[in-house]
């Protein structure tokens, strides 16, 4: 994927979502991953023509995790034009020491999303942007039916009324295959993960489920992300249509 179709993807969400307003101050969490660092990409390159001028800093949760390096993170922001900040914090430890979890990805997620999301106030951000892209959704969907009973997913934009923040997913329209192949024509400096159980999740199952369903009836996914954002999910808030979009710009 081109840098030209991210752009053209993420525009695409934010207009229709109404993501962002003129004068916004936006944070993008980056883990290290292919996922974040494409964020990256889109909203520095999106910064350079969107009508509403907006500010975007990066900042990473340092998990406490042995050789895990940010000098490339850092290069690469410097490169784009980002401030960058490290948030250092004892998670794995607490994780996998203290409380020797099994199954610890639900509480590592909700521990990182907090550290990030009370940097991003300390920053000065009220918004902050998280890296989830079109498989990620339709994932969290699955689950979501197998595991809960319900038909849920990850909004585009909600209100952290506690943290007076809103969370913003302007990778909702790209395709996991895309980041792969962005990230790899671009030469994204990814930082591999140092989690023990990497991969061995309930949404590794969920991205595999999807990967057969797949393969047994094309298209699937689609139409599964289809009947998401049609499917008046509580929470979900109203999508712009093309002629709402152009008189609002």
């Given at each position: 994927m081109k840098l030209q179709q991210l752009l053209s993807f993420t525009r695409k969400a934010v207009d229709e979502y109404q993501m962002i307003e003129a004068g916004d101050k936006i944070?993008?969490?980056?883990?290290?991953?292919?996922?974040?660092?494409t964020l990256l990409y889109a909203l520095a390159g999106l910064r350079r023509f969107y009508p509403k001028p907006f500010d975007l800093i990066a900042i990473t949760v340092d998990l406490g995790y042995e050789k895990f390096h940010t000098e490339k993170l850092q290069a690469l922001c410097q490169e784009l034009d980002v401030p960058y900040h490290v948030v250092k914090?004892?998670?794995?430890?607490?994780?996998?020491?203290?409380?020797?979890?099994?199954?610890?990805c639900s509480l590592c997620a909700k521990m990182r999303?907090?550290?990030?999301?009370?940097?991003?106030?300390?920053?000065?951000?009220?918004?902050?942007a998280y890296a989830h892209h079109k498989d990620d959704i339709v994932e969290t969907m699955i689950l979501s039916l197998i595991f809960e009973g319900r038909f849920h997913s990850f909004s585009p934009k909600s209100y952290l009324d506690r943290m007076d923040l809103t969370v913003i997913r302007p990778m909702m329209y790209v395709n996991e295959a895309d980041v792969?192949?962005?990230?790899?024509?671009?030469?994204?400096?990814?930082?591999?993960?140092?989690?023990p159980v990497d991969g061995l999740t309930k949404r590794q199952y969920a991205k595999d489920l999807i990967h057969q369903l797949e393969l047994d009836h094309p298209g699937a996914k689609q139409r599964m992300f289809t009947a998401i954002i049609n499917g008046n999910i509580e929470g979900w808030p109203v999508r712009?249509?093309?002629?709402?979009?152009?008189?609002?710009s």
């Open positions: 944070a993008v969490g980056i883990s290290g991953g292919k996922d974040s660092l914090t004892d998670i794995a430890r607490i994780l996998f020491e203290e409380r020797k979890e099994s199954n610890p999303k907090g550290a990030l999301n009370e940097a991003v106030k300390k920053l000065g951000c009220n918004k902050v792969i192949g962005f990230q790899r024509k671009y030469d994204l400096p990814v930082e591999k993960s140092r989690c712009l249509t093309r002629e709402e979009v152009k008189s609002s």
